[in-house]
């Protein structure tokens, strides 16, 4: 994994730059998501710079995957920067919380309009990196799976303006990852959340660096997970090979079957059945 470097930039995510910048006229204010689990990994600087002119909030997504004390952590060192910051599930969170904020970042254009005398629509626009949840976040505030979502990136392809209320739109956009991987660490937690598709990925590699970061920072719930031994060694072929060994992914002759290890172990970390874990440590 040291090694292989990650990058990808498919030119549909060019295309979608290009069209993100021509649709920011038409917003009053922007929402980044973020991952929880990976704050700095899963913002895209490119979107940061594009909508700095913007009234932004920054949503922390997945929070109920992700680790409460170290959220908790992430949200005041995003305060401190001066930005609205708030966790969310897409999957069960609180809308009222979400649309609260919006509220308050909608009062200056509503003002505005309101002075000359027009009750105008707020648009907002929802941003991030593939696989951060955007369209889920949108289905969940409109109460209904009114845009396509899946767990997986590339799920949306195209602009898509939903309407919320009377008075507010959002716009969905597909995810964009940065034009170039400089971070290969962040790459490789982009890699180990499904930001970047596992088809371009050596999985075993990944799946070995992921648990390599698991047994540094969560080691009971890795050892509990696969059934490691207190013993067992913290590199990552180690660790692939004592979970084949723990929970039974074995081939003939008793080999360890690395593949189905490496595909599991993505698996079940991106669904959160490692534990609520975070990544990445203010």
């Known amino acids: 994994m040291a090694n292989d470097r990650i990058n990808w930039y498919p030119g549909h995510m060019a295309k979608s730059r290009r069209l993100l910048q021509d649709q920011l006229r038409a917003v009053d204010a922007v929402i980044e998501l973020c991952d929880a689990r990976a704050p700095l990994a899963t913002r895209n600087p490119d979107l940061a710079r594009l909508t700095r002119d913007k009234t932004r909030i920054l949503v922390l997504n997945k929070a109920d995957l992700a680790d409460d004390a170290q959220t908790a952590r992430w949200l005041e060192y995003f305060r401190r920067q001066g930005l609205t910051a708030m966790r969310f599930n897409s999957n ?3 809308v009222k919380e979400i649309l609260g904020h919006i509220e ?3 009062k200056p254009a509503l ?8 009750r105008k629509t707020i648009r907002f626009m929802v941003i991030g990196i593939p696989n951060v949840g955007k369209s889920t976040f949108i289905n969940r505030l409109h109460g209904s799976a009114i845009v396509k979502s899946g767990d997986r990136p590339g799920v949306t392809r195209a602009n898509q303006w939903v309407k919320i209320g009377p008075f507010l739109e959002i716009l969905d956009t597909p995810g964009m990852l940065p034009p170039r991987m400089d971070d290969q660490e962040g790459a490789k937690l982009l890699a180990c959340l499904g930001s970047i598709r596992d088809e371009i990925m050596d999985t075993e590699a990944l799946a070995g660096h992921l648990m390599a970061l698991l047994y540094a920072r969560y080691p009971a719930a890795l050892r509990a997970r696969y059934k490691l031994p207190e013993d067992c060694g913290g590199e990552p072929h180690e660790l692939i090979e004592a979970a084949c060994k723990g929970r039974g992914w074995l081939l003939s002759g008793g080999r360890y079957d690395t593949d189905r290890a490496a595909a599991l172990v993505l698996d079940e970390f991106r669904g959160g059945k490692i534990g609520r874990i975070t990544l990445e440590t203010v």
């Open 92 to 94: 069960g969170g609180k």
């Open 104 to 106: 308050a970042a909608s």
């Open 111 to 118: 003002e505005r309009y309101a002075a000359r005398g027009v």
